[in-house]
């Protein structure tokens, strides 16, 4: 095997690790060991392998504000360390599962080892969860917030996986497991108890949806009529999975809640008082790191869990400014983008991967409207899995993928 298959393998790993918590050494010695390998396998072929992500250049603006902010922000060293986890550490993930991607039969090497460690996280939050709540939010799937955002990054990649499956001839056994995974990502889905999770798979499902639309002929030529009718359905499931279950999770937990309760979300109180802290700095921001306001929060509302602002745009903006808003946005478009050509140029490999980036974007975005969970392992995950399907599509569309 050629050090860029085993740089494969070992991202791969990586992504499978990024699944659970309690694994931050284990992440950091297999991206030690991808980059090594991707160092030799430069060396032994580097003329068929593409070192520069698509977004590098947006990345590195977003990135150069953000070791900027470092310089005003309340707490410089804790703004410097997270630069390093949530920009350093995440840019190095990218960066190895985009090139390792490129490999030669990656797809072959990466799928199964990624669907076994998400199999491995949903069966150990299915376990926890009949423990009570507190083991389940002390397991080592990550709790709930964890759990449901490595869920709606999966989703999109399994159900582009059944779909690139059935275009190309699987067998029945490959594409059973397929749909398999997808129906327990959906059932583990109902364990963090979190209506979002179950809006991001409506949202995915339907872009699924509307792209393969789109993209017609494209996308369904090739395909028998059962294939096709299969593809519908399995849309259809996720979408209306996801409606019923929003609905059953919102009457238990109507059912727990008075509806005052519910009328007096915490949230309601806290985004005002997070724009007023925007008014204040709207140009720097308070540094990189979510939490900036830890102390002045909470103390102001009364409430110790009000503590960032539970929402991704208004917490980038309190620590970057509007400067470090548009970045982002900027940044989230320029991927949209990459994955919109790769959606465009009519090779089923490409066509998978860009409609399935661009449905775990807006998983993402779904599931960071009321909480920002976009760090720690599930930004790497995101960024993982966003580099590796850049990667493949990347790499299907050079001449030697094409021999």
Not at 114 to 127: D, E, K
Not at 179 to 201: D, E, M, N, S
Not at 253 to 280: F, G, N, Y
Not at 373 to 384: E, K, M
Request: charged share 15%; aromatic share 8%.
């Amino acid at each position: 095997m050629s050090f860029h298959r085993l740089a494969a393998l070992s991202a791969a790993c990586f992504l499978a690790a990024s699944m659970v918590s309690h694994t931050v050494a284990l992440r950091l010695l297999l991206l030690v060991v991808t980059a090594g390998l991707l160092a030799a396998a430069a060396v032994q072929d580097r003329t068929s392998i593409r070192f520069a992500p698509p977004l590098w250049a947006v990345y590195a603006a977003w990135a150069a504000w953000a070791a900027l902010s470092i310089v005003w922000a309340l707490e410089p060293e804790r703004a410097a360390k997270e630069f390093r986890n949530e920009i350093v550490y995440v840019a190095l993930a990218f960066w190895v599962c985009f090139v390792a991607a490129q490999a030669r039969g990656a797809a072959r090497v990466m799928l199964p080892i990624v669907a076994l460690g998400a199999a491995v996280a949903c069966a150990i939050a299915l376990h926890s969860y009949t423990l009570g709540i507190e083991q389940y939010m002390a397991g080592w799937h990550g709790g709930a917030g964890n759990h449901s955002s490595l869920l709606l990054t999966l989703m999109p990649c399994a159900l582009m996986t059944a779909w690139y499956g059935m275009r190309n001839g699987w067998s029945r056994l490959r594409l059973w497991l397929v749909a398999a995974l997808i129906a327990l990502l959906l059932v583990a889905a109902y364990t963090p108890q979190h209506r979002t999770v179950w809006l991001g798979f409506g949202a995915e499902g339907l872009l699924v949806m509307v792209l393969l639309q789109v993209l017609q002929p494209a996308a369904t030529r090739g395909l028998t009529p059962r294939a096709k009718l299969g593809v519908a359905l399995l849309a259809l499931a996720v979408v209306a999975g996801a409606i019923a279950a929003t609905a059953t999770v919102h009457r238990e937990r109507t059912a727990v809640l008075s509806a005052s309760a519910l009328e007096k979300d915490p949230r309601l109180a806290l985004w005002p008082e997070v724009l007023e802290r925007i008014e204040e700095r709207p140009l720097t921001g308070y540094g990189f790191g979510r939490g900036g306001l830890r102390s002045s929060l909470p103390n102001e509302l009364g409430d110790p869990t009000l503590w960032h602002a539970h929402n991704l745009f208004l917490e980038t903006t309190v620590q970057l400014g509007l400067p470090g808003l548009v970045l982002l946005l900027a940044l989230l478009g320029a991927t949209l983008r990459e994955a919109w050509r790769l959606s465009r140029t009519g090779q089923d490999l490409p066509l998978a991967c860009g409609i399935a980036l661009a449905a775990v974007i807006a998983g993402m975005l779904v599931r960071n409207m009321t909480d920002v969970l976009w760090l720690r392992q599930n930004a790497l995950l995101y960024w993982g899995v966003a580099g590796a399907l850049l990667g493949l599509g990347a790499a299907s569309r050079t001449p030697a993928a094409a021999r």
